[in-house]
């Protein structure tokens, strides 16, 4: 970080959240743009399949950028309540993020879906705020997922909700590669 | 296009409106998954200073990307009517969308911030409506910007308001470079 980049940096929290499309999508631009201006990203994914072909082929051509997929399985959400294996699975993946956070390494640090994991109960929400209270000061974080918890909401500088508006699963149009994946 | 991709292939319009953050930046994340699909991309934008310098070097990555900022000066929005050159050079605009839509050469055409134009008064929607209407098949088209129009909302197949809950200017925030520029 310059000086000049450093005395204005305020890290941000912020959250996608909404029922529609762009939550992801939305941070990926975001990703992009920081990329673009030479800043040290990491993105941490808690639901499998969130990340496609499309984005992480373009984001092979960024040396700035660390892709942590979940690489033991994944998450299975059902009817039930939380099975322990997919809580500690999604607790571990959150030690990662919390990791990349307070490393003070990384510019902008992203978990993917992790509302989700909250709003599932795989994961206490105050381990969550624990981390962000102890954020660096210049790091931003990106949490997305539906139905973000209120106390995260709470603790975010800049909260989006992405609302569906109309759907082309509606029309019977299925999922266009390159573009929802 | 592959046989196998031409055959599932349907052509989207998309529009991300609404008053909230990430309409142009979710169709920036879309455009890097595009790419990554090694789709050809071509984006134009409305209102100058929408695209930063973090995504114009990030896109610069890209041989497949065609990115068309508005080289001639822009529309001053003001209270009253639109002036006429700001009429014209709207026009002109939608007429470069226009030719990139109509060409079938490019997978995706992004025309950031037409719904500011329409909107404004700067744009008549019959002629954006009329490109549309006669979009080719497999060509995926995003319209952002708020305050969308509902003839242009009704011809859309997919439409997310990006909703703001929350937004750091209200902390007293400045813009953040490399998130939000």
């Known amino acids: 970080m310059s000086e000049e980049g450093s005395a204005k940096r305020h890290g941000l929290i912020i959250v996608n959240t909404g029922n ?12 992009f743009r920081a990329l673009g ?8 994914q808690f639901i499998k399949g969130g990340w496609r072909y499309g984005e992480l082929n373009a984001a092979e051509k960024f040396d700035n950028f660390l892709l942590e997929p979940m690489g033991h399985g994944f998450i299975k959400l059902g009817d039930g309540d939380p099975a322990p294996e997919d809580c500690a699975l999604a607790e571990k993946t959150w030690a990662q993020c919390a990791e990349k956070i307070l490393s003070d390494e990384y510019d902008l ?8 994991a909250l709003s599932y109960g795989l994961l206490p929400v105050e381990m969550v705020l624990d981390t962000l209270s102890r954020k660096p000061h210049r790091v931003h974080v990106i949490l997305t997922g539906r139905d973000a918890h209120e106390k995260v909401i ?6 989006t909700e992405m609302r569906e508006i109309k759907h082309p699963y509606q029309k019977g149009i299925k999922a266009q590669r390159g573009i929802e994946f």
Chains 1, 2 share one sequence.
Do not use: P, R, S
């Open 154 to 159: 709470a603790a975010a500088d800049l909260v």
């Open 109 to 116: 640090v992203v978990c993917d879906e992790v509302n989700y």
């Open 20 to 31: 529609g499309k762009g939550k992801t999508t939305a941070a990926l631009g975001t990703v």
């Open 37 to 44: 201006q030479g800043f040290k990203v990491a993105m941490i």
